[in-house]
């Protein structure tokens, strides 16, 4: 059967699924940059290039921010993300490698829809709480599993990182599900972009100081990539992503990053787990599928209950009738 990709219901979860594409790649190429460049030079070079890209643009596309409290939440969303999210990360991918990192993302998901319990008074079900807490075991699991090697100077400390960031994506995601009944997709983009260029401007010295190199064209080709089509591509896609589509289904793609950033990991810079990090893996994975199969269980639940008590309504109302 063939997929109708014009079809406006498309529209969002093919833009959310290219943003996963990208984010899945950004692992390896990051970790290819950190590998020579200090985190917050690679990081102002990511932003900072998206910026220049999106900033003949901006006024057609991006619109002002009209309400005064919004901007305590906008504030809030580009801190998270791009600042404090990529910050975490850049230095965790110099501890870590890629494919971990990637692994620890997969908690993601979870970390969102428990946000939304606590803040959006969404409600979780123990099955969720259960999840998140084998998630987090494995994470625990595959940090504990790590030791030291050439693609991970550090991994305890790297995954520890990453999983600050992911908690800072999580915090984002709620915030934009928030303003994006408010502001367009890439107004928030905008917003994030030149945050974090004015965040991550020691960079900018630091990569004066420094230099780029013996290669300075292909990390320039590299940054390019992350700052143009990850850093704004697919930060635009998410956010259309996310203003179309409910939050928990939109997080829920997320669980597609880990698959890709090992593809990337193994095939750009050749790295592999061991045995006892993939049986971790298949920890975090088992919880993210444990509290998706208990939301599955809660509805089919919701479900009967409603079917029956429909059934046994219009029964009582034959026998008063009779």
Known sequence: MEIDTSSPKMIPVLAVLGAVLLWGSA?????????TLNPWAVMWLRTGIATLVLTPFTARLAGPVTKGRDRIALALMALFMPCLYFLFESYALTFTSATQAG????SLPI???????????????LWGWLGLALSIAGVAALTLTGSPSPNALNPALGNMLELLAMACAAGYMLLVKRLSASYGPWTLTAVQNAAGCLFFLPGLYMLLRDGMGENPLGLLFVA???????????FGMYNVGMSRLPAGKASAFINLVPAVAAFFGWMVLGETLTFTQ????????AGVALAQRGEHIRRDIHALAAYFGHAWQKKATVQVQK
């Open 27 to 35: 692992f390896a190429a990051m970790k290819h940059l950190v590998e």
């Open 224 to 234: 390019g990539y992350l700052g143009a089509f990850v850093t704004l591509g697919a």
């Open 111 to 125: 970390m969102v829809a428990v946000g939304a319990s606590i803040f959006f008074k969404e409600r979780t079900s």
């Open 103 to 106: 692994l620890v993302s997969a």
């Open 278 to 285: 993939m049986l971790a893996s298949g920890i975090i994975f």
